[in-house]
């Protein structure tokens, strides 16, 4: 870790409250290197560790991590559970340290999908730090940007049915109010790993106005300092929100 680049992070007062992440590159990591899939996964959790640590440093309040999607859900059944292991490994071993730091953890997707042992992993790891006030993680797990909207759609619909919900109220922060991300702001600063120039179906309410940042580096590679060149990056931008911005 470069103390500079946190020193010039401090310095700035803009540091993005929300960041989100694509955590993408952990296959190609391992075929670059001849390696089985999982074992690119299994190394991407370091990554993890150390972003985890440097959003706390640089003292940003919300980190969004996607770390499995609804569409996942289709790759090979052994790649599946190796990734189901992976999350359970997390909880029952990163749970107390993150507590420790004041971390507090939420899981957020279709839920019901996951099998029983890896809820009963994300029971433990979301009750065990609860209340954590220094840094807000949210884990997105079989998560999908459409599926979320979808969902949604059917909530206030449902609200409509039973009279609970009149259509001309529903407006933006209704239907906010419905996602799995309700609690917290919109990210203010997205960051996807391994260069690839897409946001593949996360978050597509949330990032309207997120600004985007693209890395070559393959996730299992993302260090510290890398999450804190993006952070610098943010800061040099003049973010709008559909205004003509500062000259």
């Given at each position: 870790m470069s103390p500079d680049s946190l020193d010039r992070i401090r310095l700035c007062a803009d540091v993005p409250e929300h960041i989100a992440i694509i955590m993408d590159g952990n296959g190609r990591w391992a075929g670059e290197r001849g390696l089985p899939r999982v074992l690119g996964h299994r190394e991407?959790?370091?990554s993890v560790r150390e972003t985890v640590e440097g959003a706390i440093e640089a003292g940003v309040q919300i980190l969004t991590l996607f770390a499995f999607s609804t569409e996942n859900w289709s790759r090979p059944p052994q790649e599946v559970s190796a990734l189901m292991q992976l999350l359970q490994r997390y909880a029952h071993r990163e749970g107390k340290e993150l507590q420790k730091r004041g971390v507090e953890v939420h899981v957020l997707g279709e839920l019901d999908r996951v099998d029983s042992v890896t809820q009963?992993?994300?029971?433990?790891?979301?009750?065990?730090?609860?209340?954590?006030?220094?840094?807000?993680?949210?884990l997105m797990v079989s998560y999908g940007g459409r599926e979320e909207l979808v969902r949604a759609a059917q909530i206030l619909s449902e609200r409509v049915r039973a009279?609970?919900?009149?259509?001309?109220?529903?407006?933006?922060?209704?239907?906010?109010?419905?996602?799995?991300?309700?609690?917290?702001?919109?990210?203010?600063?997205?960051?996807?790993?391994?260069?690839?120039?897409?946001?593949?179906?996360?978050?597509?309410?949330?990032?309207?106005?997120?600004?985007?940042?693209?890395?070559?580096?393959?996730?299992?590679?993302?260090?510290?300092?890398?999450?804190?060149?993006?952070?610098l990056d943010y800061q040099n931008r003049d973010r709008r929100f559909g205004s003509v911005g500062s000259q």
């Amino acid at each position: 870790m470069s103390p500079d680049s946190l020193d010039r992070i401090r310095l700035c007062a803009d540091v993005p409250e929300h960041i989100a992440i694509i955590m993408d590159g952990n296959g190609r990591w391992a075929g670059e290197r001849g390696l089985p899939r999982v074992l690119g996964h299994r190394e991407g959790m370091r990554s993890v560790r150390e972003t985890v640590e440097g959003a706390i440093e640089a003292g940003v309040q919300i980190l969004t991590l996607f770390a499995f999607s609804t569409e996942n859900w289709s790759r090979p059944p052994q790649e599946v559970s190796a990734l189901m292991q992976l999350l359970q490994r997390y909880a029952h071993r990163e749970g107390k340290e993150l507590q420790k730091r004041g971390v507090e953890v939420h899981v957020l997707g279709e839920l019901d999908r996951v099998d029983s042992v890896t809820q009963k992993a994300i029971k433990a790891i979301t009750d065990n730090t609860r209340g954590g006030v220094t840094l807000r993680l949210n884990l997105m797990v079989s998560y999908g940007g459409r599926e979320e909207l979808v969902r949604a759609a059917q909530i206030l619909s449902e609200r409509v049915r039973a009279g609970q919900l009149n259509p001309d109220d529903i407006d933006e922060e209704a239907l906010q109010d419905t996602l799995f991300t309700r609690e917290g702001r919109a990210p203010d600063l997205l960051i996807r790993t391994s260069g690839e120039f897409r946001i593949s179906n996360f978050m597509l309410w949330q990032l309207a106005y997120t600004e985007l940042y693209i890395t070559p580096v393959l996730w299992p590679d993302f260090g510290r300092e890398d999450f804190f060149e993006a952070i610098l990056d943010y800061q040099n931008r003049d973010r709008r929100f559909g205004s003509v911005g500062s000259q």
